[in-house]
């Protein structure tokens, strides 16, 4: 190297670096030590001297990514809106391997499963016909239907047999479990599956999938098509087993399935079998207008000062676990729409369950007088307000008035409409919805589920709806299965099915 192309004060510094180098060649030989090794053999002296440096070291890099736990005999985290370990390069141990994820519920290496299976042996019913009924069947699928008054003669008992196959209590005893065997088939993979699953969580295994994407250039449009489109063109982390992508979409599922409905690539059509009616091509061209703005020339300077449209609001009525998901999940409607502004409103009387040591609910004041919990902080972009209140109670007071078709929305995440435990609490709140003319986007657990909402609203305001989507299969489902704890033969998952309705509009005439 010469002088003349290198300052010399740059060579100074390589001059002492190579010094350097030479002076501590002799203890080349020496082994580098690792933090995470168990290797018992006398570590030396320069070892011993550097470990606790690398350990700082560590611990300051992972330390985001861990949370202690009472009752979990490792470091235990939550990721988002699921409970789940820390790497295994983080704890230094894997809990279960890939291919030691089946474990019966009772004898689950996971205090948190255990306690599960405790909790499902003292409330959920075995489901053989031979005993009575403990409640009305909710549908024809119900396997409370089977129970008739003429055969079931047994006194209701819990479950307490775990089947062998899929490790779960499905029946009271071994005898009513082989008696029905066949109907139990019908779900045991699916049940299976659901084992697997739940211990894969708690695995101590590293969560990629969990990683998601930050904003990517306008240019690079999002395909809407399905999940692999999505994940692709959304540039994440590549996805490669099933057990990933059920885990993964089981969170998605609720900001994706508001973007696939709004957005103008959507995979929802007038075409036939689109599933989209006209009054929907209606209503959702006004939102798919203030969601894809025309540019503006607006910039930084001076000249670049353009007026800003309000933000696009969207309202969750009856909130619950979606209200508690991990900010960076909801924040991905803002990449699917780069150039719009939101304002996620939860609303609901469990929109903050379990979540007092997060968020404290604030005193109700003259400010502030339903108490509501803001994060205004989470990106330039989006912000959520959430109400512990009926949307009733709101809506007569006023607090968002007026509604605007072009910017504003409602969603209901499994709402229960039709069902006879939680349908009188809609009973105020429909009426209200119906008055606002903006769409109002419904889901549910499974067709049934859908099909008697749609047919409870249908009964309460007859002609005065228009269905601006019809039900069906949501393309952006979770593909994860869930088990109900109180019915262990209630299999669904969030969000199967989707469709949109909203208040008749009627349009003025001129009479000559």
Not at 363 to 391: L, Q
Request: with cysteine; hydrophobic share 30%.
């Amino acid at each position: 190297m010469q002088s003349g192309y290198t300052c010399q004060r740059c060579l100074y510094s390589l001059r002492r670096t190579i010094n350097a180098r030479s002076s501590t060649s002799a203890f080349k030989a020496i082994p580098k030590p690792r933090w995470n090794t168990t290797n018992t053999r006398p570590v030396p002296l320069l070892a011993r001297l550097s470990k606790p440096i690398q350990q700082q070291r560590t611990a300051a890099s992972l330390e985001p990514q861990r949370q202690a736990a009472e009752d979990e005999l490792l470091e235990s985290r939550t990721p988002p809106g699921l409970a789940s370990t820390p790497s295994s390069t983080a704890s230094g141990n894997v809990l279960l391997e890939p291919n030691n994820l089946f474990h019966p519920f009772s004898d689950s290496p996971s205090p948190d499963i255990r306690r599960r299976a405790a909790f499902m042996k003292t409330h959920a019913y075995c489901p053989h016909p031979n005993h009575r009924q403990t409640r009305v069947p909710l549908s024809p699928q119900d396997p409370e239907s089977r129970k008739s008054s003429a055969k079931s003669t047994q006194s209701p008992a819990f479950v307490r047999f775990e089947c062998p196959d899929c490790g779960i209590p499905v029946s009271c005893s071994e005898d009513h479990w082989a008696d029905d065997y066949e109907s139990h088939m019908e779900i045991c993979d699916t049940m299976r599956e659901i084992n697997e699953d739940d211990h894969d969580l708690r695995s101590g295994r590293f969560f990629p999938e969990f990683q998601y994407p930050g904003p990517q250039m306008e240019e690079a449009l999002v395909n809407m098509t399905n999940w692999d489109t999505y994940l692709y063109t959304r540039e994440y982390d590549a996805v490669n087993e099933e057990r990933s992508l059920r885990q993964v979409t089981k969170l998605l599922t609720y900001p994706i399935t508001i973007g696939s409905i709004l957005s103008e690539l959507s995979p929802y059509d007038i075409r036939q079998g689109g599933r989209l009616t006209t009054e929907g091509l209606k209503s959702l061209s006004a939102l798919r207008y203030s969601l894809h703005p025309p540019r503006t020339g607006a910039g930084m300077d001076i000249k670049g000062l353009r007026p800003n449209p309000p933000p696009v609001r969207i309202f969750v009525l009856g909130a619950r676990a979606e209200s508690s998901l991990p900010r960076e999940v909801w924040e991905q409607l803002t990449f699917i729409f780069p150039r719009v502004q939101f304002h996620l409103i939860f609303i609901g009387p469990e929109s903050m369950a379990n979540r007092d040591a997060e968020f404290p609910l604030p005193e109700r004041t003259p400010g502030n007088p339903f108490g509501a919990v803001v994060e205004d902080r989470i990106s330039h972009e989006m912000k959520i307000s959430t109400f512990v209140e009926y949307y009733h109670t709101l809506h007569s007071a006023g607090l968002f008035a007026p509604y605007d078709p072009y910017f504003d929305c409602f969603v209901l995440f499994h709402p229960g409409l039709g069902h006879p435990a939680s349908s009188h609490e809609w009973a105020d709140t429909l009426p209200q919805l119906l008055e606002t003319k903006v769409p109002i986007i419904s889901t549910g657990y499974t067709e049934w589920d859908m099909e008697r909402d749609r047919k409870w609203v249908e009964e309460k305001v007859g002609g005065e709806m228009d269905i601006l989507m019809e039900p069906g299969e949501n393309k952006f489902r979770s593909l994860r299965w869930d088990l109900n704890d109180y019915d262990p033969t209630d299999v669904t998952c969030g969000n199967w099915g989707v469709w949109a309705f909203r208040g008749k509009r009627y349009e003025t005439t001129m009479n000559e």
